[in-house]
């Protein structure tokens, strides 16, 4: 036995000597860039049980507790590394990802390139980071995304746009698929035009977060080759889960994570080495990156360790052991710079607001055009609504007191189911767009790219109030008069426009539809309550004769009803009514609430909540870019 020990400690001396005897090769170079993370720490704040919560809430204190998620980690890397970063599940292998590229505030420690300390700003500038799930414009081509790209991010001409992109393709291996559709593209094709956006501007480092997540095999191998052609011009920084042999070989570098802390970093040669010089040697036909992953797991495995002799330690013992030991490691070590290269940021040259405008606008116009058949369950039920519509109203006639409430009705029904299609439309269409905006922060100013959605969404929102209105008009109206139409038809233009900086208020500020709907119901309600549909406005309180000026329905149906009852000069009245009898058009409107003379104003209170919506829809726009961390 003590024969066996002695080996087997001779063994690990020698192991160590060849780690160091690498360790000290590897001097950086001021050919290279170089990043180095020195001690980085990040928490987050965590609350206790719910009623802790509501008694410091009560008591007008915050009292946090910090949940560490790193717990100072270091290392560095060059030019030309390819390095996967591994762990279990909740390891922090995102959240270092993250704070290395800027993301978030790390509470300790420092990321420096080529020995300066870059700031978040800086750090946006010279690096890329891209999501585990990313967003695409699907109804766009490859070409067209990569021209929209280089259009945006270069401000190229069309000459050197239609080259370059075709350069990017085909270094990608696209070339084949670059008139196919994003939707039509299988997952890896996918991940590596996502990877294709990126490096239009050339980044010095690239973050990726799970890039082979729902691949196969062979497309997580195409993705990984892509990158390791990448890696010779940047540093290229990869969260993996389960790679494969086949995949993990491409590599150069693994850092593996466990609770926050390194178990090991360094290149794949020297992890295998390391590994051994603490005893842990990866069985024969085991996949060599899931045995270091679940080495470092708090879940005990039966395939820890081949060495007998080992006292069979807890999971928690056995993490600290290995983040001990490399911590005392030579590997742990990093170089000084010993000759500091400047950090060069080229300068990017971005097309002003009209430019971005209008590429903006040509992808709207795009997608809407390749789009308008698949809402077409959305069109099929508003035909129908208004295929109902007028089989009830159908045969009307106003100049009878039966058919006073009946026109008021149908005008009712053509000013709320404009305003309610518009409106809803926008939220359940809208949220899908905002995560490709989000995910292309930098690339256009929130102005153009609000601006050009808003006018995006008016052609349909107009082409749906000028059908309904067509509907509702031909049934009221006798005598058809082109101007009169053109009326009804500019002001259900200006609602649905109005309802549209609704719909995208809501959109914007809440990020949840359902929980959108669900707010959004009481504030219907109380606005078409002060509509003067369901409710006598002339004895409406005071207390609630203000919540009317906010309301779309109101302004559209006041509107409406003074169009068309100023044209009825006279209404029958039977002598055996009961009921009071309104002689024309006036007295209805005087009936109801209503002035003749609010005409004017129905128009600019319309238009004075398109523009305070707007406002606040484009504070709301502008506020989700700040206040997400990385996506």
Request: proline share 3%; net charge positive; aromatic share 12%.
């Amino acid at each position: 036995m003590k024969l066996i020990a002695v080996v087997t400690c001779l063994r690990s001396i020698q192991i160590s000597r060849d780690l160091s005897n690498l360790t000290m090769l590897e001097e950086l170079k001021d050919v290279a860039d170089t990043i180095v993370w020195d001690n980085l720490t990040v928490n987050v704040p965590r609350e206790r049980d719910f009623l802790k919560i509501l008694w410091k809430k009560f008591r007008r204190r915050r009292y946090e507790e910090n949940l560490s998620i790193l717990k100072g980690v270091s290392g560095y890397a060059v030019t030309g590394n390819l390095i996967a970063i591994m762990g279990p599940s909740g390891a922090g292998k995102t959240t270092l990802l993250a704070a290395l590229a800027g993301k978030i505030e790390p509470a300790a420690g420092s990321v420096s390139i080529n020995g300066q300390i870059v700031s978040q700003m800086i750090m946006s500038k010279i690096s890329s980071y891209l999501p585990q799930f990313n967003a695409l414009p699907t109804s766009l081509t490859v070409e067209e995304y990569l021209l929209f790209s280089y259009a945006l991010k270069m401000n190229v001409n069309s000459v050197q746009r239609k080259f370059l992109s075709m350069k990017l393709s085909t270094k990608m291996g696209l070339i084949d698929c670059r008139d196919v559709l994003i939707s039509n593209l299988s997952g890896g094709q996918r991940k590596r035009l996502s990877l294709a956006g990126e490096l239009i501007t050339r980044p010095k480092i690239l973050f990726l977060d799970e890039p082979t997540t729902g691949l196969d095999i062979f497309s997580a191998k195409q993705v990984v080759e892509a990158l390791t052609t990448i890696s010779h011009e940047s540093i290229v920084f990869c969260t993996i889960h389960q790679p494969g042999m086949d995949v993990y070989n491409l590599f150069s570098h693994v850092l593996l994570l466990s609770d926050g802390k390194t178990g090991y970093f360094g290149t794949l040669e020297n992890a295998t080495q390391f590994f051994l010089s603490l005893g842990y040697e990866c069985p024969v036909g085991f996949d060599e990156s899931e045995y270091y992953v679940k080495l470092l797991s708090r879940r005990k495995t039966e395939t820890t360790t081949t060495n007998p002799n080992r006292e069979d330690a807890g999971a928690e013992e056995l993490i600290d052991k290995i983040c001990r030991a490399f911590s005392r490691s030579p590997l742990s070590r990093i170089p000084k710079i010993t000759k500091s290269k400047d950090l060069e940021i080229q300068p990017q040259r971005k097309p002003g607001c009209a430019i971005q405008f209008s590429w903006l606008t040509w992808r709207i116009w795009v997608e809407s055009r390749r789009k308008i058949f698949q809402g077409w369950i959305s069109w099929l039920s508003y035909f129908l609504s208004m295929a109902a519509v007028a089989t009830f109203y159908t045969g009307i006639n106003s100049h009878t007191q039966v058919g006073v409430q009946n026109a008021r009705g149908a005008l009712y029904m053509m000013s709320s189911e404009i305003s309610f299609t518009v409106a809803y439309s926008v939220i359940y269409e809208f949220p899908s767009q905002l995560l490709i905006y989000l995910r292309e922060d930098g690339v256009y100013g929130s102005g153009p790219y609000y601006v050009a959605t808003f006018c995006g969404l008016i052609p349909i929102a107009v082409l749906k109030a000028i059908l309904f209105t067509t509907v509702i008009y031909f049934i009221l109206i006798t005598q058809i008069n082109l101007s009169n139409f053109l009326f009804y038809c500019l002001t259900t233009s200006v609602a649905a426009i109005c309802s549209i900086a609704y719909g995208l208020v809501f959109s914007i500020w809440i990020e949840n539809v359902d929980v959108i709907t669900s707010i959004m119901v009481p504030i219907d309600v109380l606005f078409l309550l002060t509509a003067g549909m369901f409710y006598n406005l002339r004895s409406l309180p005071k207390y609630l004769t203000c919540f009317k000026y906010f309301s779309i329905f109101f302004y559209l149906n006041e509107a409406l009803s003074i169009i068309y009852w100023s044209r009825i000069e006279d209404i029958e009245c039977l002598a055996s009514s009961d009921f009071p009898c309104l002689r024309n058009g006036e007295q209805v409107l005087s009936e109801y609430g209503f002035e003749k003379t609010n005409l004017i104003w129905d128009f600019s209170g319309l238009l004075s909540l398109t523009i305070a919506m707007n406002i606040l829809g484009y504070i709301g726009l502008q506020r989700r870019r700040k206040i997400r961390t990385f996506l």
